[in-house]
């Protein structure tokens, strides 16, 4: 049965402010990596652990998703937003004024809750204000148009890093969520009576994030203590026996974070819930690696590397609009093969032109890779919501969201990872083969502390410590073997994204039959997601 609401000027209003919410959540992660080495450098923390700026909102922020729809179906979705959005501003002027880096990180820490109260709500309050005929282009704008904003992200990181300051990336936040409020308050009907005699389910709520936390601990710390450490070892152990706990419990609380009936019922929802996360590891992990082969390997500084980084956006601008017609034409597998195919091919081109070391032989595969990311972002959330019932909007949006957050959040730390060992491997090697004598620990932290210091002025060899300016070339060299390994990992993730895609995802009922079935009297959604009627059990596919 639909739910739209209002008028169409009223639907345009909730349309406009579900947009920026969700666009200003993605830009926060994606501005982010151009402003750590300027805070790394007013706090005087290392490069290591200033990329927890970006980690402390991704973990709550992934963790909590699932929650956050779950409360929304729950309490109402229009108060969990509301409440989401004023604990985001809050930690938003905290953290744009923190005094200190444990300031920064607990504001960093408060944001990605209150993203994870708000990100599921905004697909859910959408898709309750538009009819089903409407509904796949209204979700494809708003995924179009955050999509072209979070990859607009590092160019504003950049702008207002070099040009104002890395806290105005926080502060920006403030006006966009005042008018978001105004705009929720004002378009979004009030919800209904609170629901009696329901519980949040808690243990589920941490077991999932032990399963994040694990994961992403474990692989960030493979950068410093190698593969065997004990505490990668036992993060990814933790990790594995959470998720293990949590698909146990969830299949025997009564009131589960995750209805796995849902995944199971759904082929369409798992695929779309595997694409999602494997766009966010790609969309996330490129975030941060992108900008700093510009600025390292390019010797951009952080404003023109940002700018550079517009050949992701403007395609996007283009594309995005046009997505949701395709899928509301033919469905959503055509759009995601194609998209993934699209991203596969960008991270072969992008190995192709890192050696080269010049921005002209990037931008192809920036803007295969822009095109690529568009649709998929685009189409995944019409895919999840399609087959899934109406109830449960809120927390099948929040397990989408938690996936490309979460797979954000893990493919930071695996693509910086699998970049770093190989960075490390190949100067050794390297420095062998040109006959230069093994780098002592003591020049070798010289040299980590001159390129972590380039990451903000750009890489000049004058003002490299005479001991390591004769391994510049072969750090360079070593630094592109790196990047290219990691843009190879996001063309396989790509073509499981393919093979995936093709294989889960199928054409949506049409809206007027859908329609029509709501409207008999002997039809209705069960709980479990299936549909009970006069020919038996149906279940969605």
């Not at 920064?104 to 709500?121: F, K, S, T, Y």
């Not at 992008?350 to 931008?363: E, I, K, R, S, V």
């Not at 809120?394 to 938690?402: E, F, L, R, Y």
């Amino acid at each position: 049965m639909s739910t739209a609401t209002g008028s169409h000027a009223g639907r345009r209003t909730i349309l406009a402010a579900m947009t920026v919410a969700n666009a200003m959540i993605l830009v926060d992660q994606t501005a982010v990596p151009l402003a750590l080495p300027d805070i790394a450098q007013d706090f005087g923390v290392s490069s290591t652990l200033v990329q927890w700026v970006l980690t402390a909102s991704l973990l709550p922020l992934a963790g909590l998703l699932v929650l956050g729809g779950r409360l929304g179906d729950l309490f109402g979705r229009r108060r969990v937003f509301l409440l989401g959005s004023v604990v985001f501003a809050g930690a938003s002027a905290v953290g744009g004024l923190a005094p200190d880096f444990p300031v920064l990180l607990a504001a960093r820490v408060c944001q990605g809750a209150g993203g994870a109260l708000m990100l599921p709500a905004t697909v859910a309050i959408l898709s309750d204000a538009f009819e089903p005929r409407e509904r796949g282009r209204a979700l494809g704008t708003m995924g179009g148009v955050a999509a072209t904003a979070g990859a607009l992200g590092p160019t504003i990181g950049g702008l207002l890093t070099s040009g104002v300051s890395w806290r105005a990336v926080l502060l920006i936040n403030l006006p966009l969520l005042v008018v978001t409020l105004w705009a929720t308050l004002r378009a979004v009907p009030p919800d209904g009576p609170r629901r009696t005699g329901v519980h949040v389910d808690l243990v589920g709520a941490t077991l999932l994030g032990l399963v994040l936390v694990g994961l992403v601990f474990g692989f960030a710390q493979t950068t410093t203590d190698g593969w065997t450490a004990p505490d990668v070892v036992v993060s990814l152990v933790v990790a594995v026996v959470a998720a293990v706990l949590f698909v146990w419990w969830e299949r025997r609380t009564a009131d589960p974070l995750l209805d796995l009936h849902l995944l199971r019922s759904s082929r369409d929802y798992r695929g779309a819930t595997i694409s999602q996360g494997l766009a966010g590891m790609a969309e996330m992990g490129l975030g941060l690696i992108l900008p700093l082969a510009l600025v390292l390997n390019l010797q951009m500084d952080p404003a023109l590397a940002g700018l550079a980084l517009l050949a992701t956006t403007v395609p996007m601008v283009v594309i995005a609009p046009l997505v949701g017609r395709w899928y509301d034409a033919a469905g959503g597998r055509p759009p995601l093969v194609v998209g993934f195919g699209l991203l596969a091919v960008s991270g072969v081109l992008l190995a192709l032109g890192m050696p080269q070391n010049a921005f002209w032989w990037l931008l192809p595969g920036l803007v295969v890779y822009g095109i690529g990311l568009a649709v998929v972002l685009t189409v995944n959330d019409p895919v999840g919501l399609d087959t899934v019932p109406e109830h449960a909007h809120g927390q099948a949006s929040g397990v989408s969201a938690t996936a490309e957050q979460g797979g954000g959040a893990i493919g930071i730390a695996l693509l910086y990872a699998l970049l770093h060992l190989t960075y490390l491997q190949a100067l050794v090697d390297g420095a062998a083969e040109r006959g230069l004598p093994p780098l002592t620990a003591e020049a070798g932290t010289a040299l980590r502390d001159a390129l972590e210091n380039a990451e903000q002025t750009g890489l000049r060899p004058s003002t490299f410590d005479p001991r390591v300016v004769e391994y510049l070339d072969v750090a360079e060299r070593a630094s592109d073997q790196g990047y290219v390994v990691a843009f190879l990992a996001v063309s396989v993730l790509a073509v499981i994204g393919v093979v995936t895609s093709a294989w889960l995802v199928r054409r949506p009922p049409d809206p007027d039959t859908e329609a029509a079935e709501a409207e008999t009297p002997d039809v209705a959604w069960g709980e479990d997601g299936t549909r009970d009627g006069p020919g038996g059990t149906v279940t969605p596919s």
